[in-house]
């Protein structure tokens, strides 16, 4: 071959790569008739195109890379520990699977054997390695394939023995047995529900995919494997492997942007991979198409970098396709239109189903659903013909339940408004400053209702788009009125506020500020409103020197119209010191600001209104917060009276106030009346919020943790654990308020006699928090109390420098005065004693 | 330290000049240039190599850049320097790690244990990668045919380039070289997974 002909040879095959099929060959024969080694070379470059996958891709030295020899495989009749070895059943990347069986008195049935083909080094991961293990074994669902035991073969080989399922993998089994889309959702909906049953025992899967999910003959999905990734992710176990070549040994397609990137892993990884497994099962193709001449390389930076074709969209490139006679090349593939034969497909698919789909692949695993239940409940909801609450990212979750909630609890539309929005700050229609007559306002408030009765009920629609449809509305009704326009925004805004959607409500709120300044100057008491309240927004979207700024301009400028003692400085007042409470702690100048506010509340306003109330609660908190709990409990007191008044008994806020009162007795040592109002608490929240509301895991952990001081641990026990499933599925197993929830739990467990409990508990949760909250006071709470729990087991030298940490640490954070700070003294403290040769009570016993 | 960083700096000014001689066609300067480069090339990736972890090797594609920062006084070259100086050193590369892995096959026939390739990779590829020799010797090969494309694989593999630093050192754009690359590992393939021997 010359330079001339490999010349040719490139050109031909660059543009015979393009061409698929016949096309290709009509393409070669034409360009090769006089040169048949030409057309041989060409078609074996181009069987190696294909076949090639990613090879050469990676880099060079992967081909030096000495590896430990594979072990062999294990032979019929072989002994695994008290198992015998039968067949093998498969192999994958890492790992290869047996039927065995063990046949002795207690237990005499067949198995699945896994041998993991890799050694596991120290002695620290064997002793890591049992600690998962009794975690996993403690999965009991009817959807995850139970994991018995685990050991070490005899070639120091891991190996694990789970429960044998006889089924295939999920994506099989749909193209099997042909299941409809309804059908194939409920599958999804039942693995989702194992999911998260498997989060709230902080176990992330890791590794979702197909083979993972086998489904039974009688149509029950098994989940496989839970938690085994991550015994065998070094990043976790040991730090000696480089964590590309753990990525390289995901399933890529299934893997999350965030696992790809070597970027902490946590339940929201688990709802990526449920996306991905419904795309496919849904489309019968994967989301990120990987084209025979990709590398893994390029593929990651393609999940990295894009978003995946809606399913829909799919569905309907492959019903062109098929029209038009060709074929995709992975000819053998389910395809969409198989799965559902007609037209109809399409139209399925868009709208609800992919929004679900990609709301649970979302890049950003903020913005996916909080929980493998979110997901579940959307699938349900589209199911069951209601709407689906992801349909818009800006429709959050949480605030679409809230509404469907209070419109089945309140009788009438005017009451309905009016708890949304009479809650937290202020009422949104109390605003003297509104230039609005008063048959324009009730315009404005019937239009509020009707906004949210059709977002409740009917279609679901963005806020934005709500509003639009409702301005021209209002166009018709009242003719074009910019202000009704801006007030519309600013209610719907404070009513954001008062849902806690603390980030619409700043969108909408800026708008409103924008349009009143247009509309009647930059200085007027209109923009100054809307000014006011985009402060706070921006305070609980954690801006806080932004918020602050924004707030104190507004409340200049109620002075400047209204002078320094007006009563109706107090809303924007008020407001202010709700953005200083906002940042955690007491500041002089917030305490200051607070009593101030309170002062000309009591000396101006009606002795019944809610401004009032609203001022005394803030001083209240802050006092708490001061640790003067005495004069906070008077004050909540007064407080949740006028709530009351104004509010009615049932309300959200009274539940919170309640609870904050129940804490300031708590704290003064008054603890029955304070378990008294713990348990109103809980019980109004219940109530109110239904089973999933964090205020609601609050309450419960309050009261847990009084039931703890009280010494009564059977009864916190529940509690905590009411709490920890709450949090874990609203917030994820890393937040802080799990942490927290989970060393009340663990704190139970050591005053139960039961402290090994209490350190698996501790030690699997250090593991998820460990990144995100390093340098807290919680995180060395949680370290502390874990060292608790091995020093109530004898193990006083390992305890020691947990306790040490822990104790500096939080030293460090909060000072030499915080109670926190004299937990971790008291927890060194006991140390001290139990290491000093003073026998023990039970040490004295043996020794008689 | 202080003379240490000073006879750094004068060989730096050295081999940059050279460089930059080369370019304003002085052919002795080149010849100059190679075993000073070689050299400390060389002592850079035995560094590497002598290292006894499992993914020491990984490293060494990013030698070539890391040679280029630390003998080439930025300041004074152009682009053009930059792509003569990865050429040169991306065949310097591939020289002293075939001789490395010839000499550690030797050691093995030696008695040493045996070299297994890691299976866990399988999912990304059906085959195996190619064993250095292999492919300096299929590099050979491909060499006669076209120099050029042979130079691409080099520069890629053992000078670690990027497509970016591709297309500069080969005065081409991107998307020649992503054509170009797929013939190539297209030829590759067929040459060390399914042994097939062309001739035109």
Redesign the interface.
């Given at each position: 071959m010359s330079s001339d002909s490999w010349r040719t040879l490139e050109e031909v095959f660059e543009r015979a790569v393009e061409l698929e099929g016949e096309e290709r060959e009509a393409f070669l024969q034409q360009r090769c008739s006089d040169d048949e080694k030409l057309l041989q070379v060409l078609q074996s470059l181009l069987a190696s195109d294909e076949s090639a996958g990613a090879y050469l891709e990676g880099p060079l030295a992967e081909a030096e890379v000495e590896a430990k020899p594979a072990a062999s495989p294990l032979a019929k009749g072989h002994w695994v520990g008290p198992f015998q070895i039968l067949e093998k059943l498969g192999e994958g990347g890492m790992s290869t699977v047996y039927r065995a069986t063990r046949q002795d008195d207690t237990f005499h049935r067949q198995v699945a054997l896994k041998v993991i083909r890799r050694g596991m080094e120290s002695a620290e991961t064997l002793r890591r390695l049992r600690i998962e293990r009794q975690i996993l074994a403690r999965l009991e669902h009817p959807h995850i394939a139970r994991l018995y035991e685990g050991g070490m073969t005899e070639e120091g080989l891991p190996y694990f023995v789970m429960e044998l399922v006889d089924g295939v993998p999920i994506d099989h089994f749909c193209q099997q047995h042909q299941l409809s889309i309804d059908d194939r959702l409920e599958l999804v909906k039942k693995i989702c529900g194992a999911v998260q049953y498997a989060h709230q025992n902080l176990i992330v899967h890791r590794d979702l995919k197909p083979n993972n999910i086998l489904v039974t003959a009688d149509g029950e999905p098994k989940l496989l494997d839970f938690g085994i990734a991550k015994l065998l992710d070094p990043t976790t176990v040991s730090k000696t492997e480089a964590t590309s070549a753990w990525v390289r040994l995901l399933t890529p397609h299934y893997a999350a942007p965030e696992q790809l990137e070597g970027k902490p892993v946590s339940t929201a990884t688990d709802v990526y991979s449920l996306g991905v497994l419904l795309y496919k099962l849904l489309t019968g193709e994967l989301p990120f198409l990987r084209k025979s001449h990709q590398s893994l390389k390029d593929l990651e930076a393609l999940v990295l970098s894009s978003k995946p074709p809606k399913p829909s969209l799919v569905a309907q490139r492959q019903r062109a396709r098929q029209s038009s006679g060709s074929h995709s090349r992975e000819g053998a593939q389910e395809t969409a239109s198989s799965i559902a034969s007609d037209e109809r497909l399409q139209r399925r698919l868009s709208g609800d189903l992919d929004t679900i789909v990609l709301k649970a692949m979302n890049r950003d695993p903020q913005r996916r659903y909080p929980s493998a239940e979110g997901l579940a409940t959307d699938l349900h909801q589209h199911l069951s013909g209601f709407p689906v609450l992801a349909r818009r990212d800006s429709w959050s979750y949480r605030t679409g339940k809230f509404l469907r909630r209070h419109r089945l609890a309140v009788g009438t539309a005017a009451a309905f408004v009016s708890v949304l929005v009479a809650g937290g700050f202020a009422l949104a229609f109390q605003a003297t400053s509104l230039r609005l007559e008063r048959d324009q306002l009730q315009e404005v408030v019937s239009l509020v209702v009707d906004i949210f009765e059709v977002a409740g009920e009917g279609e679901p629609i963005t806020v934005r788009q709500a509003v639009d449809r409702s301005t021209a509305l209002l166009d018709v009704r009242l003719g074009q009125q910019p202000e009704v326009q801006a007030t519309l925004l600013h209610t719907i805004g404070r009513i954001y506020l008062n849902l806690g959607a603390t980030g619409q409500a700043q969108t909408l709120l800026e708008e409103a500020v924008g349009l009143r300044s247009h509309r009647f100057g930059s200085d007027s008491l209109e923009a100054a409103e809307s000014l006011s309240f985009l402060g706070l927004a921006l305070a609980l979207n954690g801006e806080f020197e932004d918020g602050e700024a924004r707030s104190r301009e507004a409340l200049d400028l109620y002075r400047q119209h209204l002078g320094t003692q007006s009563p109706d400085l107090v809303p924007p007042m008020n407001t202010l010191v709700g953005v200083l409470c906002a940042r955690n702690g007491a500041s002089d100048e917030a305490q200051k600001l607070a009593a101030e506010t309170l002062e000309m509340a009591q000396r101006l306003l009606d002795k019944q209104s809610f401004q009032l109330g609203l001022a005394l609660s803030h001083r209240a908190l802050l006092l708490s917060r001061e640790g003067e709990h005495d004069d906070a409990a008077a004050l909540y007191r007064q407080a949740l009276d006028l709530y009351r008044h104004n509010l009615g008994e049932e309300h959200p806020e009274i539940a919170v106030l309640t609870n904050n009162l129940a804490f300031a007795n708590q704290r003064r040592g008054e603890l029955e009346e304070a378990e008294d109002l713990f348990r109103e608490a809980l019980s109004l929240n219940r109530k109110l919020l239904g089973t999933e509301s964090s205020t609601l895991a609050q309450s419960a952990y309050n009261l847990g943790n009084l039931n703890l001081e009280l010494g009564r641990f059977d009864e916190a026990e529940p509690l905590f654990r009411e709490a920890l499933g709450i949090v874990t599925a609203v917030h994820g197993p890393d937040h802080y308020s799990t942490l927290l929830i989970t060393v009340g739990l663990a704190s139970t467990h050591i005053s139960q006699g039961l402290p090994q409990d209490a350190e698996l508990l501790l030690r699997q949760g250090l593991e998820l928090w460990s990144g995100p909250l390093e340098g807290t006071w919680f995180l060395a709470t949680a370290v502390g109390v874990l060292g608790e729990s091995i020093l109530s087991q004898g193990r006083h030298e390992e305890a020691e420098p947990l306790l040490r940490k822990s104790h500096s640490q939080i030293l460090e954070l909060r000072g030499d005065q915080d109670p926190k700070t004299r937990e971790a003294a008291a927890r060194l403290e006991t140390l001290r004693q139990k290491s000093g040769r003073d026998p023990s009570p039970g040490e004295v016993l043996d020794s008689l | 330290m202080q003379s240490g960083d000073e006879k750094e700096d004068s060989s730096k000014n050295n081999i940059t000049e050279l460089l930059i001689a080369w370019r304003e066609g002085n052919v002795a300067a080149r010849d100059e240039l190679i075993p000073l480069v070689y050299n400390r090339l060389r002592g850079m990736a035995k560094n590497l190599l002598r290292r006894e972890r499992?993914?020491?090797?990984?490293?060494?594609?990013g030698l070539v850049n890391e040679a280029y920062l630390r003998l080439i006084d930025q300041s004074r070259v152009q682009w053009r320097d930059r792509s003569h100086f990865f050429a040169i050193a991306s065949q310097m590369m591939r020289r002293i790690?075939v001789d490395h892995?010839r000499s550690q096959a030797r050691e093995k026939r030696g008695g040493k244990a045996?070299?297994?390739?890691?299976?866990?990779?399988?999912?990304?590829?059906?085959?195996?990668?190619?064993?250095?020799l292999a492919?300096d010797e299929a590099l050979n090969a491909l060499a006669s045919?076209?120099p050029k494309?042979a130079q691409l694989v080099e520069l890629r593999?053992?000078g670690?380039l990027n497509k970016y630093e591709l297309a500069e050192a080969l005065g081409i754009s991107t998307a020649t070289v992503a054509?170009?690359w797929?013939?190539v590992?297209?030829?590759?393939?067929?040459y060390l997974?399914?042994g097939?021997r062309?001739?035109?």
């Open positions: - | 499992p993914d020491h090797s990984l490293a060494t594609a790690l892995a045996q070299h297994v390739p890691l299976d866990e990779l399988a999912w990304v590829s059906p085959e195996k990668p190619p064993s250095l492919l045919y076209d494309a593999y053992f670690g054509r170009r797929r013939v590992r297209a030829w590759l393939h067929s997974v399914r097939e062309h001739e035109l």
